[in-house]
């Protein structure tokens, strides 16, 4: 049996079980993470090159598929290196850059709630939109939000890196959740859990409340409007936005809600994989196949690469 307790580097236990199953999950997660690596990175390129993204709620869309790709990106290579080498262990930095990635889901919350502010506007005071909602305030929407995400992330990664672990150092996840590295602790971390609580309440809770009642306030204005077009197009947006939400704050919060008793090892991975891998994947998918917009604007850069290739071509 492994010493887990030899090694300063601390040991990731792993999702992946040696079996059959065990290799279709990774297979299966493998996948997901290609289609969710390439989806978000697209999605970032398409706005970036493509002029008539260039609007508020495109700009915040691609900040959120920009801290997707920072998910993925430092979590899923380093399992599948652990899964297909056998090496599970992780220096401490490796871990500390995990757990500062995964708590920075507070700017993304933040984000989620600029795009809901966006729409409420957009839709319940379309005269005043340009106004409100200009480049400047955009990019103060998502400056704050990198900003207070990043201090909420700075704060529990600290922390995390610095309390005395006296037990072994097998974590029992397939990356660093700082949940699961606190029963590892030699110390009681009840003051910490407690401030998880309010850490989530604040970038999780909260916004989804604030993101409720303004796409209430949405919801009621569509209902009034006489263009039966114009509902349909805001009724699809909406419930677009609100399949987001949706599948970023359930898992997310009744992960980190919970307190430690009622928690369990496989149901944390395995809502982990949810908020982690599929939901990154899943964000791409919506705002691009239910969305005109993005659509007309890739066909216009590939349009535009294959003329230019066509150039290229020509001339030599």
């Known amino acids: 049996m492994e010493n887990y307790n030899e090694t300063p580097d601390f040991i990731l236990l792993g999702l992946f079980l040696p079996s059959k199953i065990g290799l279709f999950i990774f297979i299966l997660i493998i996948l997901l993470f290609l289609m969710a690596w390439f989806g978000n990175l697209s999605m970032v390129l398409l706005i970036l090159l493509d002029t008539h993204l260039h609007t508020p709620m495109y700009f915040l869309l691609s900040q959120l598929s920009f801290i997707d790709l920072n998910y993925i990106s430092t979590i899923v290579p380093k399992m599948t290196s652990h899964y297909l080498f056998g090496n599970k262990s992780i220096s401490f930095i490796g871990c500390g850059v995990q757990s500062f990635f995964l708590t920075l889901g507070g700017a993304e919350a933040l984000l989620l709630v600029s795009m809901a502010y966006d729409r409420y506007m957009a839709i319940c005071f379309p005269l005043h939109y340009p106004n409100r909602i200009s480049r400047r305030v955009c990019v103060l929407m998502i400056t704050g939000s990198w900003i207070m995400g990043s201090i909420n992330s700075c704060a529990h990664t600290t922390y995390a890196l610095h309390i005395p672990y006296c037990r072994s150092r097998a974590i029992n996840h397939f990356f660093c959740d700082v949940p699961a590295m606190l029963t590892l602790a030699c110390m009681d971390t009840w003051v910490y859990e407690y401030t998880v609580f309010v850490s989530t309440t604040l970038f999780l809770v909260l916004p989804f409340v604030i993101i409720a009642c303004s796409y209430g306030h949405v919801l009621l204005a569509v209902y009034l409007m006489h263009s039966a077009e114009g ?27 919970r307190p430690r008793s009622l928690r369990s090892p496989a149901e944390d991975k395995a809502l982990a994989v949810f908020y982690t891998v599929l939901t990154p994947m899943l964000y791409p998918i919506i705002y691009s196949l239910r969305n ?13 690469i294959c003329f230019v290739k066509m150039d290229t071509n020509y001339l030599s």
Do not use: D, N, Q, W
């Open 292 to 304: 005109k917009e993005v659509k007309g604007a890739l066909r216009r850069v590939i349009h535009r």
């Open 231 to 257: 509902r349909k197009k805001a009724y699809s947006t909406c419930s677009t936005h609100l399949t987001v939400v949706t599948f970023y704050y359930v898992p997310f919060a009744y992960t980190y809600l």
